[in-house]
């Protein structure tokens, strides 16, 4: 059974706005949360992580979320550029951090 | 530059066939793994490695093999293929267990007919 979920296939924002890419969890033992960036033809890259004792991580214009209680966290990407449009795969690393699971990806789609 | 390398990009091969997918990294990273991504699936582990010859099974480690007799290369092993084999796989390295980013290497499309 997925332990890591991304309901939404896929998601179109335009060009400066907001876009929020969210992921539910089941196994509260994860500890850290990752979100990976990957374009066709080539293997994810990272992009943020956050430990699952903290509920905000900032990067630049990258910002993960993460509600423990509700078992979920959300990338926001503001503002949104062309160069975003991706799929993006969040990932949980198990209590061990031996393992990793990933959710089935969302396909971001930023329109100029 | 630093990176993870895997070859072939694209086989196909017959079922039965015994396949070697190899995977090096140049990062003297500890910790390899390798993942299956399925339409629907998402990426899945099949084995890690955290260091030289420590090899443990991820998520769907069956129908798959690996070693990990140097620190830098990390081969996935398809004693006989099947069908359901067909996928894309990448391989991942990272510094140590305790890191949290990986590096990907750019995958590896097979089929099995």
């Known amino acids: 059974d997925q332990q890591v979920k991304q309901n939404s296939p896929s998601l179109s924002v335009q060009e400066g706005r907001i876009s929020i890419l969210n992921c539910d969890y089941t196994?509260?033992?994860?500890?850290?949360f990752l979100w990976y960036k990957k374009y066709p033809a080539e293997g994810p890259t990272f992009l943020i992580s956050?430990?699952?004792?903290?509920d905000k991580n900032e990067d630049g214009r990258f910002t993960v979320f993460l509600n423990k209680s509700a078992k979920h966290l959300s990338l926001h990407i503001v503002p949104s550029q062309p160069g975003d449009s991706a799929v993006y795969f969040c990932?949980?690393?198990?209590?061990?951090?031996?393992?990793?699971?990933f959710g089935t990806g969302t396909s971001l789609t930023v329109i100029p | 530059e630093a990176q993870v390398t895997q070859n072939p990009r694209y086989l196909i091969t017959v079922t039965g066939k015994k396949l070697t997918v190899t995977c090096s990294q140049n990062?003297?990273?500890?910790?390899m793994s390798w993942y299956r991504q399925d339409p629907g699936l998402g990426l899945r582990q099949i084995y890690y490695?955290?260091?030289?010859?420590?090899?443990d099974k991820g998520d769907v480690p069956e129908g798959y093999k690996v070693s990990r007799k140097e620190k830098r290369n990390f081969p996935l092993i398809l004693e006989s293929p099947s069908p359901n084999q067909t996928s894309l796989y990448f391989c991942?390295?990272?510094?140590?267990?305790?890191?949290?980013?990986?590096?990907f290497g750019q995958g590896t499309r097979l089929t099995v007919v």
């Open positions: 991942a390295s990272s510094l140590s267990v305790y890191t949290i980013e990986a590096f």
């Open positions: 196994n509260s033992m994860f500890d850290y």
């Open positions: 956050i430990s699952s004792i903290k």
């Open positions: 990932a949980a690393r198990s209590g061990t951090g031996n393992q990793f699971y």
């Open positions: 990062m003297n990273h500890e910790y």
């Open positions: 490695s955290m260091n030289v010859e420590v090899t």
